[in-house]
């Protein structure tokens, strides 16, 4: 009965383990009447040996009609072994002819082909990138996500504690040509991954075009467009706004497009998430060198005054003032430059690099000088007003100015130094205002602004 019942031989195994499992149990039930009976009394002993007895002519019977004759049983465990070794065979099939599949695959893809619709089409996207980036470099387009309130820091593409939006980019302008080349890329993945017929190939075919496109715009940009790039400073940072761009939309495709389902099996890159780290240090490094530039022009133009000693002589006079009005105008043109490009934020910050070179130049040279003319107190103390009101229309978050420029505070200082008495200076530092400076740099300037004397040594004796 067991072996028709079975459906293959490892149930039927399955099914004589249940029945011996289940004859050991009634042998130990019977054990137990045995050890029942030893204890009681003769007659009950009789009648329990003659139950007993009948029972065990029943499970002799039963076990024999329940195992196989020794030769079904050979029989069984050669079926048995013939089973799990068909599984086996079956198993590295199924193995083999998945790694063929995988290879037909590969080889269907990548295998050398003539001149096809996907060359066409590829050839077609490349030249129509590449005479789109060649075109002038200077218009340009606002993009990016507002912040929403004073919590809002969108200076880089980032995830915003402020609005607790997940990635954005910040409000910025980007050329018309890098807005218009991402629009190719799109466009281009858009119909590959829209298709169903022959989906691999097409979506492979638009991922690597994407990938020459990119290198393209890295490659064509700043080799074309590279004198307007360093000397424009609008220009400079539309640059680097649009490298950054591209390296947020690169993380954005997999969000719009699922170019990471492609996967590597095909020996080919299947995203361009590699190519994000190049764009954002291309942004970081050009930017730089850009605003480097800017600050040795700007210092270079202090450097003409030849020092800032005997301002006020007529002489020397008409030469500082100009050189200090073209500062003033140099830094107001940048403002204006970069305003309408970069983030709020980011611009404040270059803003503040740039003037905070030009007081550390400032602070050098003046207090370089060991004697000043009352006059020349009076003229220096009118040029550095002049043009700290400068950077304060520029830098509009007054109340965060220090935070932009940090010697701001002690080229303020210095500037109400020339106007003011020693006991004031002196009471600045005694209620400890004057932490920017050092007890040498305060006993110097004391000692240049004012006169020898008892007076000067006292109040000099107490600065320590």
Known sequence: QLVREATSPGSLLASLDAHIDQIKREMQEYKGRETELSTSSAVDQADALSTLKQHLSVLEKSVSKLLPAPE?????CELSAQYQESERLMLEQKAKVYGLEQQVKKENILQPRDFDEWDIQRAEALQEARDLLKTEYHSSVAVGTPSE????????????????????????????????FIKIIQRLLASAFSKQEEEIRARMEAVQTARMMLELWNSVVGRVHAKVIKQVPRVA????????????????????????????????????????????????????????????????????????????????????????????????????????????????ETLGRVVDAVFVY???????????????????????????QGVEEEIRDVAHIDDYIPHWRKFAIITNFFNMSMVGIVEMWENQELGQFTANEIHKWITALFSDSAFRQKNLSKIK
């Open 72 to 76: 079904d049983l050979k029989q069984l």
């Open 237 to 348: 940072a539309l640059y680097r706004n649009d490298a950054l761009y591209i390296a947020y939309n690169i993380e954005m495709f997999p969000f719009q497009f699922p170019v990471q389902e492609i996967g590597t099996g095909h020996g080919l890159r299947s995203t361009m998430i590699d190519m994000v780290p190049m764009f954002q240090a291309l942004a970081v490094e050009s930017f730089d060198e850009n605003v480097n530039s800017q600050i040795s022009q700007v210092v270079d133009m202090l450097s003409r005054v030849r020092g800032l000693h005997n301002t006020h002589l007529p002489e020397h006079q008409s030469t500082v003032e100009n050189v200090f009005a073209q500062v003033k105008h140099s830094i107001a043109q940048l403002g204006k430059s970069w305003r309408e490009v970069l983030p709020e934020q980011f611009l404040m």
């Open 362 to 388: 400032l602070i050098d040279q003046v207090q370089a000088l060991d004697d000043f003319a009352v006059e020349e107190t009076e003229q220096l103390s009118r040029l550095f007003k002049n043009l700290q």
């Open 149 to 180: 309130d004073s919590g809002c820091q969108h200076t880089f593409p980032k995830f915003c504690q402020g609005c607790l939006k997940p990635f954005v980019f910040p409000p910025s302008h980007i050329t018309t040509i890098t807005q218009n």
